[in-house]
């Protein structure tokens, strides 16, 4: 290799070294500030601003402390924000079916598919310990856990986590309510559970009989007598996986 040739690259390669440490340099240290660095712009040294007095963040206007704490002082409430209606209840269960039954069961007794494949023991709404717990109560639970029970304040909001509390509420009146939480007018209304059916139309007492929350879907797959569909051979049975 010529002499001259043999400087001509190490300058070439000199200098993109050169070009490419400048440009690496200038992402690291970018003009941003991040959370508590200082700053020699603003007078108190702080990068970070206060709030305005007399100003609310978006979005953070909590007007009603009782809907955002469950608490009333430090004591949880046993009282609702806002009326619960059909709709709410039917948010509840369909975040409670969600979000809670994959622990507590579709039914609230704390059985759900977790706690059978190992999961530590979930609560059972119908025991008498925490059916006694305020809907406040359960508010709380959700926005900070308890215990093994994890937290749902990120993925749950505020309302939702009150209709959530509604809806364990039916759940715990559609197994140990008493004729005496009908209102005296509509107990007229009431049916003998033997002519009421599910929403999928089985009778509600098979469904009870054979295990279910309510639907067909619950119903294990054969062991009804009156299983419409026996399983037939080769045929992937409930808990196996299809490969
Ligand atoms: C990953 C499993 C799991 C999920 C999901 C779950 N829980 Fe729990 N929950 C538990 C366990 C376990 C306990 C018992 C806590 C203990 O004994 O430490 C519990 C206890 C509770 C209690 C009683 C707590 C107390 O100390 O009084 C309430 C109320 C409750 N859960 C509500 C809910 C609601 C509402 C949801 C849905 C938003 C939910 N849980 C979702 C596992 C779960």
Same mark, same amino acid.
């Given at each position: ?16 070294l ?13 003009p941003k ?6 700053? !020699? ?5 702080l ?12 979005? !953070?206007l909590? !007007?009603?402390?009782?809907l955002?704490?469950?608490?009333i002082?430090i ?11 059909q ?24 059985n ?5 494949r ?21 508010y709380?639970?959700i ?14 909001d ?9 809806y ?19 107990r007229?209304q009431?049916?003998?559970q033997?002519?009421?059916?599910t ?8 469904a009870?009989?054979? =295990?279910?929350? =309510?639907?067909?879907e ?5 062991t009804?007598?009156t299983s419409?569909?026996p399983?037939q051979?080769? !045929?992937?049975?409930e808990g196996?996986?299809?490969k």
């Open positions: 290799m010529s002499r001259r040739l043999y400087l001509r690259g190490t300058l070439l390669a000199t200098s993109a050169l070009i490419l440490s400048g440009c690496r340099q200038d992402m690291h240290n970018q500030y991040v959370p508590y660095r200082s700053s !020699e712009f603003f007078q108190d040294g990068s970070e601003r206060q709030q305005l007095v007399h100003t609310v963040a978006r979005g !953070e909590h !007007e009603d402390a009782y955002y704490t469950g608490k002082g004591k949880e409430g046993d009282r609702f924000p806002f009326p619960i209606t709709a709410v209840m039917e948010r509840g269960r369909e975040r409670y079916d969600i979000y809670c039954s994959p622990c507590h069961s579709r039914v609230g007794d704390g759900g598919m977790i706690v059978k190992g999961y530590r023991q979930a609560a059972n709404f119908h025991d008498q310990k925490y059916a006694s717990q305020t809907v406040g109560h359960y709380d639970v926005s900070h856990g308890s215990g093994a029970m994890p937290d749902y304040g990120a993925q749950i505020p309302p939702d986590r009150w209709a959530i509390a509604a364990i509420r039916a759940l715990q009146y559609a197994r140990n309510g008493a004729m005496s939480d009908v209102p005296a007018d509509q007229g009431l049916k003998d033997s002519e009421m059916t929403k999928d139309g089985v009778p509600l007492l098979r009870i009989a054979s =295990g279910g929350n =309510g639907g067909p619950s119903v294990p797959v054969g009804s007598p419409p569909h399983p051979p080769g !045929e992937p049975q196996t996986q299809k």
